[in-house]
């Protein structure tokens, strides 16, 4: 009887917590229920989940094919505005809520670990934030999606910060698929080339929409030898 009143007044304490201080989903802002981990149950079914991982051509790798090789390139889900994975993403990048990054990135790395097509990855690399831009925000939240993929993928280990930014380039939105290519291409570079040489690497960031910063990433690798390289992201815009 007596080892029950303690999980008793846990129980207590911890209602009297939450109806002061509610758990809140990231992606509809409603509170969470007591079996809910950080996203809560509707959110999860609303994400329009790709199903890309072996499926050759997606529409993912249709936004990377014609200009450096690649082995393969996928998405968690599909981006829409005013939907579950817009909010958590942006919860993610703006609103500190590094939880989301390492939760999605979960989610992708045991998918990924079940793929033929990605289970042999040995790397993930985030793709980097021009010094400036990290300095504002105070992270990268690509970092955090790495980290999640690599909880979901055992074999596999990050690699946080071989590869960087050197010229902070001008928003994407409003530029041709061209002028984009020719902002980012020549961008990044590799401290030390020789971590990825022979090993299967997944470039990972938040969301796909031109490809264009992508390629830049896969043009600064491209040349080290024996190197395969996929791309992984949260979302792809359609």
Request: proline content about 4%; overall charge positive.
């Amino acid at each position: 009887m007596s080892a029950s009143k303690p999980s008793a007044l846990k129980s207590i304490l911890t209602s009297t917590w939450r109806l002061f201080y509610p758990k809140i989903c990231p992606g509809c802002d409603g509170g969470l229920l007591e079996n809910e981990g950080l996203i809560c149950i509707s959110c999860l079914f609303e994400l329009s989940y790709a199903n890309t991982h072996d499926r050759m051509c997606n529409p993912v790798e249709e936004k990377l094919a014609g200009k450096i090789h690649f082995d393969g390139a996928t998405a968690l889900c599909y981006y829409h505005k005013s939907s579950a994975i817009q909010s958590l993403i942006h919860a993610l990048k703006y609103k500190r809520n590094t939880d989301v990054g390492l939760y999605l990135g979960e989610m992708l790395g045991r998918e990924l670990s079940n793929s033929y097509r990605f289970k042999d990855v040995d790397i993930v690399i985030p793709v980097p934030l021009h010094p400036r831009k990290l300095q504002q925000r105070g992270y990268n939240q690509s970092n955090f999606i790495a980290e999640g993929i690599c909880n979901g993928m055992p074999n596999a280990r990050p690699s946080i910060g071989n590869l960087y930014r050197g010229k902070n380039t001008n928003t994407q939105t409003s530029k041709s698929i061209f002028e984009r290519w020719e902002n980012v291409s020549k961008i990044f570079s590799c401290r030390d080339p020789r971590e990825y040489v022979d090993k299967h690497v997944l470039i990972v960031d938040d969301v796909i929409t031109s490809g264009s910063t992508i390629e830049g990433v896969l043009a600064a690798l491209e040349n080290i030898k024996d190197i395969r390289m996929s791309v992984g992201v949260l979302a792809s815009a359609e």
